[in-house]
C-alpha cells in the first residue's frame, strides 16, 4: 500500500533542463541495493556532488532556498533513457512528491505513478512562470488531485489531466498488487471453478 494523495502543498525546486534521463537521476554504480529505499542520497549524483559527497554548490537542487522542496518543477522528455524503476524510488526517497513538466518519458511516468509519485504535464510556459517564481522569491505550490488543479498563493494556478484509472489508485493509495486484491473473492472463485 501506497499513501493516499490527496492534496498536498509544498516547496519548489527547479532543475531547468531538458532531457534528465534515469542514468542522471540514480547512476547506475547504485544499482547494486535489493532494498526500495535509500536511494535519496544517490539522486543526481554526478550533479549533486563534486566527489565524496561533498556538495556542488552549482546544482540547482543544492541552492538552500530549494531544501526540503517536495515538487520538481523540471524541463522536456523528463527521465527519458532506461526503464530503471530505481529512478522514482531515487527521487521519492530525495522527498519529491510531485513532478511537474512539459513532457515525461512514457516508462518513466508509469514508475512514478506506480510508485506514488503523482507526475504532471503542464504547458511550457505555465511551468516557467512556476520556475521564475520559484528562483525569485520562492514558492509553494497546492496540488489538488480530486479536482486536478494545481496552485500558488500569488494566482498562479493550472489544470492538469491524469488518467482515471491512476488518479483512483493514488487517492486510495493502491499500488497494482492492493488493486489486484480488491478482486480477491472474485480470483478465488474463478480458481475454485477450475479444480477438477
Known sequence: MLQPFLLHKGKVAVLDRDNV???QIIPKQFLKRTERTGYGRFAFYDWRYKGD?????????????????TILAAG????????R???PWALGDYGFKVIIAPSFADIFHQN??????LPIRLE?????????KANSVGVELTVNLADQIIW????????FEIDPHWKDMLINGRDEIAYTLIH?????QFEESRIV
Open 152 to 159: 500558488a498563493d500569488t494566482g498562479l494556478a493550472a489544470a
Open 85 to 87: 524503476e530505481h529512478a
Open 76 to 83: 522536456e522528455n523528463f527521465g527519458c533513457g532506461s526503464s
Open 21 to 23: 534521463d534515469t542514468d
Open 184 to 188: 480477491e473473492d472474485r480470483i478465488r
Open 53 to 69: 559527497y561533498e556538495p556542488n554548490p552549482d546544482f540547482e537542487l543544492n541552492r538552500p532556498e530549494f531544501a526540503g522542496a
Open 124 to 132: 511550457k510556459e505555465k511551468i516557467t512562470e512556476f520556475m521564475e
Open 112 to 117: 512514478c505513478l506506480k510508485n506514488g509519485i
